[in-house]
Structure formats: structure tokens, C-alpha cells
């Protein structure tokens, strides 16, 4: 199960995501004070009201409401398996392990996704795809697919399948449309469908409990992620599965949840339809994320009655898109293109703008208001690409403006750039962001003391790669 941890015991949502109950803790009863039900007298032979015809009334409008949203989405929600290839094996009388037959394809992880185009493609969590080797997909309806992996990203956690046309046929499928997720009110009605456990065509329903909640899974040890938290009851299967306003438009891909007891315990986490559907497109434009540049240290800006909230400007790399657009060390920035941000929000809106866009920058210059507009730059284009074959990875050393701009100060190493899902790397769950500081003993500074580390590991025995990653810092076993 894939988890993730905001606190001791949170747990990231593992294949099927989407489960969706209207959660009512309690009776409620609707209507004014004084249509409210009193309780009867001993005595006076009454029969207490519950409610109001009314009340009733407006119930129903609200359940309408629900079963409208079901009904017109339910087609779009699908099931996915990921399926991974297992080698049969036999033992002698020693215990020793022979090969049986030829590998085949077994059930992996579950989860959820939704189609966003009739043309079928699906979105959906990265980590239900991320070991796959094949893919299927269910419709509500029980049709059954083949789905192509278009690309997926670490980082953001999402990843854009397309559902495979049988025997030529070009079927035309029930699609989803985004909704803005920046419209979303604290306490607004949210639904939310999926496969939780494996059940298909569940709803559930609940209200946006937060906005711009910061996660820091244990596992990724990212806190650059900005999500929408719900009590809408999402469980173990619910992953990639969307949350659907009263509209009936995604506002956001379900993707965690919080839980000491490994299911729904009322707080679950959505990632914002606008971030799904931009890394969406940059996704089937590129077969992957490719990430925007700006070229500036930043750092919440200090709340202390003379500064405005925002973020602050702390360094400005010279040459970079943020010194030509005239940004200046001591700028404190608002919004981003219309956005209000904090650190966490623009840096991950910059990396998944795509490279030669604009993007408008509203800000704060010794407290009189200013917008300027800046064409992002390639942030592959500040690394040189680093094949590391042995790894199964792309690396490269870290630069000082690299690691200003993934908010590190003073870290010397090597950062991950990609990893392949079959190679040593993501046995060892190294992911994309990743920077790798010491190998066994030996401190790496550069992608050649790297190599020349490598070349010294016995992969057999095993070797044991310090890593940062985000706030964290720890040690991950790296073996054959």
C-alpha cells in the first residue's frame, strides 16, 4: 500500500481511490428556531415533530442534488489494475529457487481514474501506475480495456493513461470537465467516486474541510504538494478517483488520506484540478512534465505586521527569467497569474508551467504594489543530462541555482532528474527530485564522484545511499 504521512500514521490511498458517502454524523433537522421540534411534555400526549414538511423538502433538493452529480459522472469514473510480471518458481530440496514456465502478468496495485476526453484519456495517481507493465481498464458499465501509459510525474503524483480501441473500433466515452479549484469554498458540498476496497460505482460526499494543505508523505518526504483536504470518505482504492463539486466538474484528483487505523478516519486529500489538468496537458504534449524555470530563491514571507503575505524574494539568479522580467532580491510576491501564493504554491505552479510561457506576477517593492510579466525558462536546461545505466536513472550534479530554486541552501550532491521503473533506482524507490549526498561512506558532490562511488559498490551485498529529500534526510538501501 503506498501511504503518505502528515502526521504519524497517514496513510497515502494505494491503487483504487474514489469512495464518496454522503457522511452525515448525525440527525440534522432543517428550518428556523421556531419550526425546530420541541420535545413534548410528559404527560400532554404529544407526538414530538422531527421536521418540517419543508425541511423534508430541502432534503430532497439536496439529495436530488447528489444523485444528479452520480448519475451524470459515474460513466466517466473507471477501474483501474495495474498488472506487473511475476516469474513462477519451484524449489529443490535445498530451498533453492528454479524458474517454472515463462513470467505471466498478476494483479498489482487497484485504484481509480477519470476520463477527461471522449477520445479516452484517463487521469489518475501516478502511484497506481508506477510498477505497472500493463494496465487495465473497467468502465462503470463492466466493459474492459487495454490502457497505454501516455507518461507520469513523481512529483505531482499524477499520471495520463488512454484507454486502447478494440479490433479497430473507435468508441466515443462519457468524459469529465475540470472545474476551477481556486473557486472552491471552505465548507462547500464535494462528492467524490471510485473503487475503494475494490467496490466500483461508490459515491460519497462531504465538504472541502481546507484548501492549501501542505502534506509531507514519509515515503516521499515531499511538502511542496497543495491540497484540498476533505471529509468526504475516501479509502484504500479510492487513488486517482475524482472529487466533483455540485456541478458535477472535477475540482480535484483524490490521492491520500490521513488515517491511524489504515481507512477512512475524515480527512482526506485531493490534488487541485487545475494543477491535474496542467500537468494533464504537458503530459500528452511531451510524454512527460517538462518543468518550468524561474531563477530565484524564495521563502514565505515573514507575517509581522509590516510585511504583506505572500512570498519573499531572498535571491535573484543573474541571467535567469526572473532577473530578465526584473525581479529584485526584497520583492514580496502576491499572486501568480491571478493565484494568491505561499512558497509551497508558486514553486510547485512554476514547475509545472511549461517552459517559454508567461506568466504575470503581482508583487510588493518597498510596499507599493507592482505586476511584471516573465517568460519562464527550461529548468533542464541549468542541468546537463546524466544517463546512469547501471542505476537505471538520469542524474546530474546540483547546481548552486538548482538548489536555490528547490529551496535547499548549502547542499552539495547529485539530484535524480528521471528513474526508470525497472531499473535499481526504483527498486530502491529513489524518485525524480531526489538528492544524493553520500554513497556508503563516501560524500558525492558531483555526478563524477558519484560514478567513481558507484564503481566501488558491490550491488549484491547491497550499498546504502544518503538521501535529501524535501525536509527529510535519510538512508535507502540500494540492491540487487
Request: with cysteine.
Amino acid at each position: 500500500m503506498h501511504t503518505t504521512n502528515p502526521f504519524p500514521g497517514a496513510r497515502r490511498c494505494p491503487a483504487l481511490l474514489l469512495s464518496l458517502a454522503l457522511a452525515m454524523a448525525s440527525p440534522l433537522v432543517f428550518g428556523a428556531p421556531s419550526a425546530m421540534a420541541q420535545p413534548a411534555q410528559p404527560g400532554n400526549g404529544t407526538t414530538p415533530l422531527v421536521a418540517t414538511s419543508e425541511d423534508i423538502a430541502f432534503a430532497n433538493r439536496l439529495s436530488n442534488a447528489f444523485k444528479s452529480v452520480a448519475s451524470a459522472l459515474e460513466p466517466a469514473v473507471v477501474h483501474i489494475t495495474s498488472l506487473t510480471r511475476v516469474q513462477p518458481y519451484a524449489y529443490d530440496f535445498l530451498l533453492r529457487p528454479i524458474p517454472q514456465g515463462q513470467p505471466r502478468l498478476t494483479p498489482g496495485n487497484m485504484g481509480s481514474g477519470v476520463i477527461v476526453s471522449s477520445d479516452g484519456y484517463v487521469v489518475t495517481n501516478n502511484h497506481v501506475v508506477r510498477t505497472a507493465q500493463a494496465i487495465k481498464i473497467k468502465l462503470s458499465n463492466g466493459d474492459e480495456y487495454d490502457a497505454e501509459l501516455i507518461g507520469r510525474d513523481e512529483l505531482t503524483d499524477l499520471a495520463v493513461l488512454r484507454i486502447t480501441p478494440r479490433d479497430g473500433q473507435t468508441p466515443r466515452f462519457t468524459a469529465a470537465r475540470f472545474g476551477d479549484a481556486e473557486t472552491l469554498d471552505v465548507g462547500e458540498w464535494v462528492v467524490a467516486i471510485g473503487s475503494p476496497f475494490g467496490l466500483s460505482n461508490t459515491v460519497t460526499a462531504g465538504i472541502v474541510s481546507a484548501k492549501g494543505r501542505t502534506v509531507t508523505p514519509r515515503e516521499t518526504g515531499r511538502a511542496h504538494e497543495d491540497f484540498i483536504q476533505t471529509d468526504a470518505a475516501i479509502n484504500p482504492g479510492n487513488s486517482g478517483g475524482p472529487l466533483l463539486n455540485l456541478r458535477g466538474e472535477v475540482v480535484g484528483i483524490n490521492s491520500a488520506i490521513a488515517t491511524r487505523s489504515g481507512g477512512y478516519q475524515g480527512i482526506g486529500f485531493a490534488i487541485p484540478a487545475n494543477t491535474a489538468r496542467t500537468v494533464m496537458e504537458n503530459i500528452i504534449a511531451n510524454g512527460r512534465v517538462v518543468r518550468g524555470w524561474l531563477g530565484a530563491m524564495l521563502a514565505d514571507a515573514p507575517r509581522n505586521g509590516t510585511s504583506a503575505a505572500g512570498v519573499l524574494v531572498m535571491e535573484v539568479v543573474e541571467g535567469s527569467p526572473a532577473d530578465r522580467a526584473g525581479l529584485r532580491e526584497g520583492d514580496i510576491i502576491l499572486r501568480y497569474k491571478g493565484a494568491a501564493v505561499n512558497e509551497t504554491r508558486l514553486r510547485q505552479a512554476i514547475s509545472i508551467s511549461a517552459p517559454g510561457s508567461q506568466a504575470s506576477i503581482d508583487l510588493l517593492r518597498a510596499g507599493a504594489p507592482l505586476s511584471i510579466n516573465v517568460t519562464l525558462g527550461d529548468q533542464a536546461t541549468i542541468l546537463k543530462n546524466g544517463e546512469l545505466p547501471i542505476m537505471g536513472m538520469r542524474a546530474q550534479t546540483l547546481t548552486k541555482s538548482q538548489a536555490a530554486e528547490m529551496g535547499y541552501r548549502g547542499v552539495q550532491g547529485v539530484v535524480v532528474l528521471e528513474v526508470d521503473p525497472t531499473g535499481r533506482a526504483a527498486t530502491a524507490e529513489i524518485s525524480p527530485g531526489d538528492i544524493i549526498v553520500r554513497v556508503d561512506g563516501t560524500d558525492v558532490t558531483t555526478i563524477d564522484e558519484f560514478v567513481d562511488a558507484l564503481r566501488a559498490v558491490d550491488f549484491n551485498r547491497g550499498s546504502r545511499f544518503l538521501i535529501i529529500r524535501g525536509r527529510f534526510r535519510g538512508y535507502l538501501d540500494v540492491r540487487d
